[in-house]
T-cell receptor, first 115, second 114 residues
Framework: DADVTQTPRNRITKTGKRIMLECSQT?????MYWYRQDPGLGLRLIYY???????NKGEISDGYSVSRQAQAKFSLSLESAIPNQTALYFC??????????????FGEGSRLTVL | ELKVEQNPLFLSMQEGKNYTIYCNYS?????LYWYRQDPGKSLESLFV?????AVKQEGRLMASLDTKARLSTLHITAAVHDLSATYFC??????????????FGQGTILTVHP
C-alpha cells in the first residue's frame, strides 16, 4: 500500500460544483502539502500545513481551501470549480526527523477535469 | 520571488550518449532536490543536495549543486531507454524549521531512443 494515498484518482465534474480531494498518509509525518501540476509549469504550491493547527497559503491558494482533520489527513476543496482548475493535484508529506532534509514524498496524484 | 528555470525543457537523446540538464534559480538557497516523474505517475525523489559543492550519484545520473552560481546540474552518462521520463529540480528557500516549501522548475522531458 502507498504511504501517501489520494482519493479520488480521477474525477470529472462540472463548472460550479464543489469538489473535495482527500489525502491520507501512514508515514507519520507532521507536514503535508497540496501541489498542482500543469504542463510546462512544473508543480505549484496551493496550501501547506506543518501540524494539525497550522494551515498556510501557498503560491496559488485562490479558489481553494483545505482542512487538516488529523495528523494523517489533509483535504483540498474547490468550493465552486472552474475549468482552469483542471489539473493534476498532488499531496505530499515531509517529516521533521533529523536531519530535516525537507524532502517531499508524493501521493499518486488526483486528476481533476472541470467541464 | 523565487524563480527556478530548467534547461532544456525537451531533450531527445540517443542511447549511449551523455548530456546535462541545468537548473538555475534566482535567490539564495542551499537546498535543492531532483525528482523523476514517469508519464501519469507520481514524483520519485532522486537526489537531495544540501550544501554548496554537494555531489551525488546514482547509477547513470549524477547531480551537483553550486550555490554561489545558483546552479544545479543533472548529468546523464551513457543514456539508456529506461531513463526516459520528466525530470524536475526544486529549490527550498524557506529556511530554518520551515523547510519543505519547494519551488519547482518547469520540468525537462527526456526521451532516450536507440
Amino acid at each position: 500500500d502507498a504511504d501517501v494515498t489520494q482519493t479520488p484518482r480521477n474525477r470529472i465534474t462540472k463548472t460550479g460544483k464543489r469538489i473535495m480531494l482527500e489525502c491520507s498518509q501512514t508515514k507519520g509525518h507532521d507536514r503535508m502539502y497540496w501541489y498542482r501540476q500543469d504542463p510546462g509549469l512544473g508543480l505549484r504550491l496551493i496550501y501547506y500545513s506543518f501540524d494539525v493547527k497550522d494551515i498556510n497559503k501557498g503560491e496559488i491558494s485562490d479558489g481553494y481551501s483545505v482542512s487538516r482533520q488529523a495528523q494523517a489527513k489533509f483535504s483540498l476543496s474547490l468550493e465552486s470549480a472552474i475549468p482552469n482548475q483542471t489539473a493534476l493535484y498532488f499531496c505530499a508529506t515531509s517529516g521533521p526527523t533529523a536531519p530535516n532534509t525537507g524532502e517531499l514524498f508524493f501521493g499518486e496524484g488526483s486528476r481533476l477535469t472541470v467541464l | 520571488e523565487l524563480k527556478v528555470e530548467q534547461n532544456p525543457l525537451f531533450l531527445s537523446m540517443q542511447e549511449g550518449k551523455n548530456y546535462t540538464i541545468y537548473c538555475n534559480y534566482s535567490t539564495t538557497s542551499d537546498r535543492l532536490y531532483w525528482y523523476r516523474q514517469d508519464p501519469g505517475k507520481s514524483l520519485e525523489s532522486l537526489f537531495v543536495l544540501l550544501s554548496n559543492g554537494a555531489v551525488k550519484q546514482e547509477g547513470r545520473l549524477m547531480a551537483s549543486l553550486d550555490t554561489k552560481a545558483r546552479l544545479s546540474t543533472l548529468h546523464i552518462t551513457a543514456a539508456v531507454h529506461d531513463l526516459s521520463a520528466t525530470y524536475f529540480c526544486a529549490v527550498d528557500m524557506s529556511g530554518g524549521t520551515s523547510y519543505g516549501k519547494l519551488t519547482f522548475g518547469q520540468g525537462t522531458i527526456l526521451t532516450v531512443h536507440p
